[in-house]
């Protein structure tokens, strides 16, 4: 009867005690504080963690107000944040379809007035605005931009004699004549389909089409998207893509069941002369040839030699919530972001491009050669991205390079497009008063 | 090796010519098994040797080479990027949180509906509690996300909370399944010896049911320990976030850290291995118990 009566004592202790420590355990969480505002700030770029923790700490120092906290959780974390009624303070997070829709739904605060926002390049804006914007606020500012193009292997490029190629027939020739030598011309990763849609897709439409004006004009299409009507993928992106595929001659054998890690190993170890990849595959390849010589430049799909764009996109842009609880001390810790120095040292580290109108061009040779068409604006946003990611378009684009006929393809992507619409508008670039 | 040892005790005739052909049969069985084992192993020598490969290495497309030379960085990168310590810690309370309230609660709501099957309402409670094993996360994700941090359990608490409610369904199945086995007359004696319903439960009952709470456990143990989306959406703090949360910084698009990534889950699948080894003999125990018994 004694045993009887301990027995269930203790495994009622036990529970009791097994409480007692998850609670304490949730209230230490809760209490570690020392006075300073915390500021949770979301950033989730893996390989360039480790330079903004330093950069973190270093603001952490310089001032006694705020405690800026790194939270490196990602952007899923951060959407779930929002429904709950906690965002983060501020953000720095890759600019796409996802975290557009905090902006066009309002979420994101005003930040025109900031210092920050005065020194941004202007012509960025449409850019910004592709994804769609909320009427009378600056809600994300670019903080670094990423120029993507053709990356070749300058060795083998002077080996052959071969000038970088301007115009389309230059390209086809310079193809022939590294084919002629035994070289692979270009080494291609059809298994990954982002690889496909980021480089063959982009770059081939990207190349010859103005993108802003066509999805702008798509857009005012609305619901009508078809063979019939006066704009269509099938209309405008039949030719580059065949064009794309005739490029396709060019490439590994072997390039359906290679993917983005293959590509980077294989180009590292010279197995190819160009590679379609943008610039983080450098810190790749770097890993197995850290001094191999590389240099960029736009893939020309045209005969002008001047009609020349790469490819860039928002891989950072700066976001503070409406509902941020400290939005004053995330304001201060945004323009320290902003401070030239601070800006030109990260995208420095990037590889990126600074979106801010009084910075330098980088000065790293393997991006050198994009320079000057980011400096005059000529780039492009790729068109796979501003497709939103509900149709699969990366895919589509990976069964045209295998094969597939484009005109029939783009003919299931304007339906898809047309499909989507019905449900939700396409976001234009230009900022509009809403429509009730 | 198993099916061996089975055979040779029975001594006729029969048993002689049955063992001939267990022994031909076992070596197709062997070579099957041994394939099986090879699509466990074959990964697993991959995690193992990749870990300790250096950057260059983890990258030259020979995945199944050695490592040399012989590298611990991975392992300090995974550490100090996922503060280990930390993340393993909150992974080991909402571990061990939901396997103790899944095996009590559901012990409970099992013995409760079975004693009391002939009352409808125990009867559909217990239709009400299996209708929950078609509701998946992910359907519910977003009014739990809101109701979590209204209540201010947007912590590892909620975690446990939930992921207990998740399991209870299948747990309860498992025990009421169970329960049926034990003989009701058992009960009765304990009760004519004075035993209050309280206490038949916890001396009787709950011993009796050993077996099934460890695969409960075991299940519970699973479940929670690699649980990624739950935790991912409903702790707000990210110091407070599980191992699998953290390692989902390793999965990028642009950039391949084979090793760090390797570390990283050769860590965090440690304690599941070791738990395993250990709850594997409790079960294998209880089932051979059972076997007896029947």
Same mark, same amino acid.
């Given at each position: 009867?004694?045993?009887?009566?301990?027995?269930?004592?203790?495994?009622?202790?036990?529970?009791?005690?097994?409480?007692?420590?998850?609670?304490?355990?949730?209230?230490?969480?809760?209490?570690?504080?020392?006075?300073?505002?915390? /500021?949770?700030?979301?950033? =989730?770029?893996?390989?360039?963690?480790?330079?903004?923790?330093?950069?973190?700490?270093?603001?952490?120092?310089?001032?006694?107000?705020?405690? /800026?906290?790194?939270?490196?959780?990602?952007?899923? /974390?951060?959407?779930?944040?929002?429904?709950?009624?906690?965002?983060?303070?501020?953000?720095?997070?890759?600019?796409?379809?996802?975290?557009?829709?905090?902006?066009?739904?309002?979420?994101?605060?005003?930040?025109?007035?900031?210092?920050?926002?005065?020194?941004?390049?202007?012509?960025?804006?449409?850019?910004?605005?592709?994804?769609?914007?909320?009427?009378?606020?600056?809600?994300?500012?670019?903080?670094?931009?990423?120029?993507? =193009?053709?990356?070749?292997?300058?060795?083998?490029?002077?080996e052959q004699g071969i000038e970088v190629p301007r115009t389309w027939s230059d390209l086809i020739a310079a193809c022939e004549t590294l084919q002629a030598a035994g070289i692979t011309p270009i080494y291609a990763t059809f298994k990954d389909d982002w690889t496909v849609a980021q480089g063959w897709f982009d770059y081939a439409v990207g190349g010859q089409l103005d993108v802003i004006?066509? !999805?702008?004009?798509?857009?005012?299409?609305?619901?009508?998207?078809?063979?019939?009507?006066?704009?269509?993928?099938?209309?405008?992106?039949?030719?580059?893509?065949?064009?794309?595929?005739?490029?396709?001659?060019?490439?590994?054998?072997?390039?359906? #069941?290679?993917?983005?890690?293959?590509?980077?190993?294989?180009?590292?170890?010279?197995?190819?002369?160009?590679?379609?990849?943008?610039?983080?595959?450098?810190?790749?390849?770097?890993?197995?040839?850290?001094?191999?010589?590389?240099?960029?430049?736009?893939?020309?799909?045209?005969?002008?030699?001047d009609d020349l764009r790469v490819r860039v996109n928002v891989d950072l842009a700066a976001w503070i919530p409406v509902e941020a609880r400290h939005p004053e001390a995330a304001r201060d810790f945004l323009e320290y972001l902003y401070q030239p120095e601070v800006i030109e040292a990260y995208n420095a580290s990037q590889l990126g491009f600074t979106p801010t109108t009084d910075a330098?061009?980088?000065?790293?040779?393997? /991006?050198?050669?994009?320079?000057?068409?980011?400096?005059?604006? *000529?780039?492009?946003?790729?068109?796979?991205?501003?497709?939103?990611?509900?149709?699969?378009?990366?895919?589509?684009?990976?069964?045209?390079?295998?094969?597939?006929?484009?005109?029939?393809?783009?003919?299931?992507?304007?339906?898809?497009?047309?499909?989507?619409?019905?449900?939700?508008?396409?976001?234009?670039?230009?900022?509009?008063?809403?429509?009730? | 090796?198993?099916?061996?040892?089975?055979?040779?005790?029975?001594?006729?005739?029969?048993?002689?010519?049955?063992?001939?052909?267990?022994?031909?049969?076992?070596?197709? &069985?062997?070579?099957? *098994?041994?394939?099986?084992?090879?699509?466990?192993?074959?990964?697993?020598?991959?995690?193992? =040797?990749?870990?300790?490969?250096?950057?260059? +290495?983890?990258?030259?497309?020979?995945? !199944?080479?050695?490592?040399?030379?012989?590298?611990?960085?991975?392992?300090? +990168?995974?550490?100090?990027?996922?503060?280990?310590?930390?993340?393993?810690?909150? #992974?080991?309370?909402?571990?061990?949180?939901?396997?103790?309230?899944?095996?009590?609660?559901?012990?409970?709501? #099992?013995?409760?509906?079975?004693?009391? &099957?002939?009352?409808?309402?125990?009867?559909? #409670?217990?239709?009400?509690?299996?209708?929950?094993?078609?509701?998946? !996360?992910?359907?519910?994700?977003?009014?739990?996300?809101?109701?979590?941090?209204?209540?201010?359990?947007?912590?590892?608490?909620?975690?446990?909370?939930?992921?207990?409610?998740?399991?209870?369904?299948?747990?309860?199945?498992?025990?009421?399944?169970? %329960?049926?086995?034990?003989?009701?007359?058992?009960?009765?004696?304990?009760?004519?010896?004075?035993?209050?319903?309280?206490?038949?439960?916890?001396?009787?009952?709950?011993?009796?049911?050993?077996?099934?709470?460890?695969?409960?456990?075991?299940?519970?143990? %699973?479940?929670?320990?690699?649980?990624?989306?739950?935790?991912?959406?409903?702790?707000?703090?990210?110091?407070?976030?599980?191992?699998?949360?953290?390692?989902?910084?390793?999965?990028? +698009?642009?950039?391949?850290?084979?090793?760090?990534?390797?570390?990283?889950?050769?860590?965090?699948?440690?304690?599941?291995?070791?738990?395993?080894?250990?709850?594997?003999? &409790?079960?294998?125990?209880?089932?051979?118990?059972?076997?007896?018994?029947?």
């Amino acid at each position: 009867m004694v045993q009887g009566i301990s027995r269930p004592g203790r495994v009622r202790r036990a529970v009791a005690s097994v409480l007692a420590v998850l609670t304490s355990g949730v209230l230490l969480g809760a209490c570690a504080q020392d006075g300073r505002e915390e /500021v949770r700030f979301t950033f =989730s770029k893996r390989e360039a963690i480790g330079f903004m923790s330093d950069l973190v700490a270093e603001y952490n120092a310089s001032q006694s107000e705020a405690r /800026v906290v790194l939270d490196t959780s990602g952007v899923d /974390v951060v959407s779930a944040s929002f429904v709950r009624g906690n965002p983060p303070d501020i953000a720095l997070a890759n600019y796409n379809m996802e975290s557009a829709r905090f902006v066009q739904r309002g979420a994101l605060s005003d930040l025109s007035d900031t210092e920050a926002a005065s020194r941004i390049r202007p012509d960025l804006q449409p850019l910004m605005d592709q994804y769609g914007s909320y009427p009378g606020r600056t809600s994300a500012l670019p903080y670094s931009v990423m120029a993507a =193009s053709v990356i070749y292997n300058e060795q083998i490029f002077a080996e052959q004699g071969i000038e970088v190629p301007r115009t389309w027939s230059d390209l086809i020739a310079a193809c022939e004549t590294l084919q002629a030598a035994g070289i692979t011309p270009i080494y291609a990763t059809f298994k990954d389909d982002w690889t496909v849609a980021q480089g063959w897709f982009d770059y081939a439409v990207g190349g010859q089409l103005d993108v802003i004006d066509f !999805f702008d004009r798509l857009a005012e299409q609305g619901t009508d998207v078809g063979p019939d009507s006066a704009v269509s993928f099938e209309q405008d992106f039949t030719g580059p893509l065949e064009q794309a595929t005739e490029l396709a001659q060019y490439v590994n054998p072997d390039a359906a #069941s290679r993917a983005y890690g293959d590509g980077n190993l294989a180009f590292a170890q010279g197995e190819a002369a160009m590679y379609l990849q943008g610039p983080w595959a450098f810190s790749e390849i770097a890993k197995t040839s850290p001094d191999l010589a590389l240099g960029t430049f736009p893939l020309p799909m045209t005969d002008d030699p001047d009609d020349l764009r790469v490819r860039v996109n928002v891989d950072l842009a700066a976001w503070i919530p409406v509902e941020a609880r400290h939005p004053e001390a995330a304001r201060d810790f945004l323009e320290y972001l902003y401070q030239p120095e601070v800006i030109e040292a990260y995208n420095a580290s990037q590889l990126g491009f600074t979106p801010t109108t009084d910075a330098a061009p980088p000065d790293d040779p393997r /991006v050198a050669g994009m320079a000057s068409y980011y400096e005059d604006g *000529l780039v492009y946003q790729g068109p796979s991205v501003l497709v939103p990611k509900t149709i699969p378009v990366n895919s589509y684009a990976q069964a045209v390079l295998l094969g597939d006929e484009p005109a029939g393809m783009l003919r299931t992507l304007d339906a898809d497009w047309a499909r989507l619409a019905f449900r939700q508008p396409a976001p234009v670039s230009e900022t509009k008063e809403p429509t009730p | 090796m198993a099916t061996q040892t089975t055979s040779p005790t029975r001594g006729t005739a029969r048993g002689a010519t049955r063992r001939v052909r267990t022994e031909r049969t076992s070596w197709s &069985w062997t070579v099957i *098994l041994v394939l099986c084992a090879v699509t466990v192993l074959l990964p697993l020598y991959v995690t193992v =040797s990749m870990a300790f490969k250096t950057p260059e +290495q983890a990258v030259d497309g020979q995945a !199944f080479s050695l490592p040399s030379p012989f590298s611990v960085d991975g392992f300090v +990168q995974a550490w100090n990027l996922t503060t280990f310590p930390v993340g393993a810690g909150i #992974s080991l309370l909402v571990t061990a949180g939901t396997v103790v309230a899944t095996i009590l609660l559901a012990a409970f709501a #099992s013995y409760a509906i079975m004693r009391n &099957w002939g009352h409808r309402l125990f009867r559909y #409670s217990f239709y009400y509690l299996l209708a929950a094993m078609f509701i998946p !996360f992910p359907v519910v994700a977003l009014p739990q996300i809101q109701l979590t941090g209204r209540v201010g359990l947007d912590n590892p608490f909620g975690v446990i909370l939930l992921a207990t409610m998740f399991q209870l369904s299948f747990s309860v199945l498992l025990f009421t399944a169970f %329960l049926r086995s034990i003989p009701e007359e058992l009960e009765e004696s304990a009760r004519l010896d004075g035993a209050t319903t309280w206490q038949t439960f916890w001396r009787l009952v709950f011993p009796l049911l050993a077996p099934m709470s460890a695969t409960v456990g075991i299940f519970a143990f %699973l479940y929670a320990w690699n649980d990624f989306m739950m935790p991912s959406l409903i702790i707000a703090d990210p110091a407070m976030q599980t191992l699998p949360v953290r390692q989902n910084l390793f999965q990028s +698009q642009f950039s391949n850290n084979y090793h760090v990534a390797f570390a990283s889950y050769l860590m965090a699948m440690a304690p599941a291995i070791v738990a395993y080894l250990f709850t594997q003999r &409790w079960v294998m125990e209880g089932v051979t118990q059972g076997a007896v018994k029947g």
